[in-house]
């Protein structure tokens, strides 16, 4: 069995500080056991779960989203292939919606997105006045994910 991780090389071989392993750890997103010391120790495994919540972080999803997720692993055990594949199907259809909103953003920007500029020629015909703030803040015209919603 692999010797367990200190902080330092944790935070070194995953590029989170220390302080964010403390964090994350405060909120339940990974574990550590304690030394006679009260030192924190971390099983290897614990640097995919840092990878999976870096990578998740990027494509907007929130601690609670990330929470939910991980909490679909077994707790005191290495996750196996099959534990990371329940995870991902799980999440399927979120990273599919952040994909096309993506993609959207990508192919849409040469065009009006509704933000309240009115900087471009197409915002007369796309949102002349700028009626498109009473649908809410930000790039309405953009999907979903890539503005805030106001009953965040
Ligand atoms: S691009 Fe901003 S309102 Fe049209």
Known sequence: ???????????????FAPSALRYYEAQDLLEAE?????????????LRRLAFIAAAKHV???LDEIRAALDLLPDGRTPTKRD???ISRSWRDRLDAEIAALED????????IGCGC?????CAISNPDDQSARRGPGAVFLPAPLHPDPAA
């Open 84 to 86: 990371w594949q329940r």
């Open 34 to 46: 304690r030394t006679d010391g009260g030192q924190r120790r971390y099983r290897r495994d614990v």
């Open 105 to 112: 953003l990508r192919d849409g920007l040469d065009g009006c």
């Open 60 to 62: 907007g999803l929130t």
């Open 1 to 15: 069995m692999d010797a367990p991780l200190t902080v330092s090389q944790v935070a070194e071989r995953s590029g």
């Open 118 to 122: 009115l900087s471009l020629s197409s």
